[in-house]
């Protein structure tokens, strides 16, 4: 593997995870404020129907049969077809922010809009129902940060994705040149 290959794939890699694991961390120490408060049995009802609710759908759905494979492959392509701009800007590129199809991109950006409007909201919620929406959104992210590695190591040893790169129009899936 060159080494333009190699860290495409490594800051690739690494850069996704630690954008979720920043937030896993910062998210953690908000949903352990739960314990400081009295919580009744609905507060914990809550808790666990949330926290499961947010492991199906954002860690498993979101993350694991989306997310993950779709930033596996992409990063693949990156390691087949290593351009100097898009190595050093790899994880945004893996996330599909930037030389995505039109359709990645919009997606990427409006999930991050919507995400930003939860975000806001959450930041509303009394005590302990943040902490609780908080500890769902960790146990997702953590999730996600988990299959995105996999992913990403599964696809980059096996060298070959089935995953749709979702790359510009021009550009075929093995194609190596950038505009």
């Avoid at 920043?22 to 009744?40: C, G, H, K, W």
């Avoid at 808790?47 to 492991?55: D, E, N, P, S, T």
Wanted: hydrophobic share 60%.
């Amino acid at each position: 593997m060159r080494l333009l290959s190699l860290l495409a794939a490594l800051w690739g890699t690494f850069g996704v995870i630690a954008v979720l694991g920043f937030s896993v961390i910062r998210l953690s120490q908000i949903a352990v404020t739960f314990f400081d408060y009295p919580a009744e049995i609905w507060h914990w009802l809550a808790l666990i129907v949330w926290v499961l609710f947010m492991a199906y759908s954002e860690g498993y759905k979101g993350f694991q049969l989306a997310f993950a494979p779709r930033v596996a492959a992409r990063l693949h392509w990156l390691v087949e077809n290593p351009k100097p701009i898009l190595v050093l800007l790899a994880p945004v590129f893996a996330m599909g922010f930037i030389y995505a199809s039109r359709k990645r991109m919009l997606i990427s950006y409006l999930i991050v809009a919507m995400v930003l409007v939860f975000i806001l909201i959450a930041e509303m919620l009394p005590s302990p129902w943040r902490a609780i929406v908080d500890a769902g959104v960790v146990v997702g992210l953590f999730w996600g940060a988990t299959a995105t590695l996999v992913c990403a190591i599964r696809v980059l040893l096996l060298a070959r994705s089935s995953v749709d790169p979702e790359l510009p129009k021009h550009i075929s899936n093995t194609s190596a040149e950038v505009s």
